[in-house]
């Protein structure tokens, strides 16, 4: 009873429709926000069938089997634990009625279809997830350059000659410093909330 009341209320149909901010506590995917966290949903597209909320953390999608069943599998795919990338918009024809946005979440492919009319609302979207795509190439790659600087730092220094009674101290300020570092660059690069991106390319 509520899909059918809300997809009544939100005018949807097999074609995905991009929910208003205002209207974001009349979706499903709603519920399963951790909210208590402070994630925030900032792009949501809706179908009679399928929920994709984009929070500032995480992708949620509520995948319907059909517009009557209530049956529904909700799956949930972190950023950073499944990076973005292959991100692409096709736009709509003379004749179609819907655009559509593809992009891959670690191993799943996604394509999403959205009404035409809300083609530029979509392109917020799209260069939201694109930024992220590349956010998460860089950052990979520092932490990459991070790891392997400290493996220099460690072996030089483990090559350095020292007296007997030393090697214990030297030992421990070596794991602590390498433990310290190894944790203060993946807070650096392993970016978990990507709010800011959101801000800056969604125009709600």
């Not at 790891?147 to 000659?161: D, F, H, M, Q, T």
């Not at 009674?165 to 433990?179: G, H, L, P, R």
Request: hydrophobic content about 40%; aromatic content about 12%; some cysteine.
């Amino acid at each position: 009873m509520f899909g059918k009341l809300a997809s009544e209320a939100l005018g949807l149909s097999d074609i995905g429709k991009i929910i208003d901010p205002k209207d974001f506590d009349k979706v499903e995917s709603d519920d399963y926000v951790f909210h208590e966290d402070n994630e925030k949903i900032f792009f949501l597209v809706k179908s009679k069938t399928d929920e994709y909320c984009f929070t500032n953390r995480a992708l949620i999608h509520v995948d319907g089997t059909s517009a009557i069943s209530k049956k529904r599998n909700l799956r949930r795919y972190e950023y950073f634990l499944h990076p973005i990338r292959n991100v692409s918009l096709e736009t709509a024809g003379t004749v179609d009625l819907d655009v559509e946005i593809k992009f891959t979440m670690g191993e799943v492919s996604f394509s999403i279809d959205v009404d035409k009319k809300q083609l530029e609302k979509l392109k917020d979207l799209y260069k939201a997830l694109f930024k992220i795509s590349i956010t998460t190439i860089e950052n990979k790659i520092g932490l990459e350059y991070a790891n392997e600087s400290l493996k220099l730092a460690v072996s030089a220094i483990s090559g350095l000659r020292a007296d007997s009674q030393d090697v214990v101290q030297n030992f421990k300020e070596i794991a602590d410093y390498s433990f310290e570092w190894l944790v203060t660059n993946r807070n650096k690069y392993v970016v978990e909330d990507f709010s800011d991106i959101f801000l800056k390319y969604i125009n709600n």
